[in-house]
């Protein structure tokens, strides 16, 4: 399998769960990877169902800064329009490799209502806010607190995006979604990997930004 066709394979929702089954066949764990794809398309369908015809909050992907852009067919965008949001990033009109840094005007007028830091390079929340306070950065998802940093490996490549998937639901549509992620999360950890989620290593919570993960 070439390097683009794995990768373009790996940043959509739909070919990664193919390319799962594609991976089982080839190593001979066709029933693991039908309980991983099942696991998923269960929940990501339920989703995208409930989602349907709901409101679309503005949502913005930062990766480490504030003002470094995710590029707008990243996979963490896709999470998002899957749970029910307007990914902003798309409204730039230019791309770099994994993203564009922003002048303070152009993340201004994006207006995004909620605000999420990348799993892969991320900053907490509070490093975010308070970058956001010293230069300006106002809008509504940092005058209302609904910034956000993703647990690495949760938003892009592992399976585990699927974890990541109904956070952002729950996020930006609490009356339509109420996952106990740390329960979806444990079970997963010990169907897939064999290990309880708590034995992961700690990061920074999403559900209450600022607290460490138990």
């Known amino acids: 399998m070439l390097g683009k066709e794995l990768h373009d394979r790996m ?8 390319l799962v089954m594609d991976f089982a066949r080839r190593t001979g764990r066709e029933e693991a990877g039908r309980d991983l794809s099942t696991y998923i398309r269960e929940r990501l369908e ?13 949502v913005y992907y930062a990766m480490g800064h504030p003002l ?39 993340f201004v007028a994006l207006a995004p209502e909620y605000l ?15 970058y ?32 990541g998937l109904m956070t952002i639901a729950n996020t930006l549509h609490p009356d ?12 997963f950890y010990r169907r897939f990997y064999g290990v309880p989620y708590r034995a992961a290593d700690a990061n920074r919570s999403f559900a209450h930004p600022g607290t460490e993960w138990r």
């Open 68 to 106: 470094f852009a995710l590029n707008p067919g990243r996979f963490e965008g896709k999470l998002v329009e899957a749970a029910g949001g307007t990914y902003v990033n798309r409204e730039i009109g230019r791309e770099g490799k994994p993203g564009v840094t922003l002048s303070r005007e152009e």
């Open 176 to 187: 339509l979604f109420a996952f106990d992620i740390e329960e979806e999360a444990d079970r």
């Open 116 to 130: 999420f830091t990348s799993g892969f390079l991320t900053s907490t929340v509070e490093d975010t806010l308070r």
């Open 132 to 163: 956001c306070a010293e230069h300006g950065l106002n809008v509504p998802a940092v005058r209302d607190g609904r910034v956000y940093s993703m647990r690495p490996s949760w938003d892009f490549g592992s399976p585990r995006w699927i974890l």
């Open 46 to 58: 339920f989703i995208r169902e409930r989602v349907a015809g709901a409101p679309l909050p503005r």
């Open 11 to 18: 940043n959509n929702i739909d070919a990664y769960l193919d």
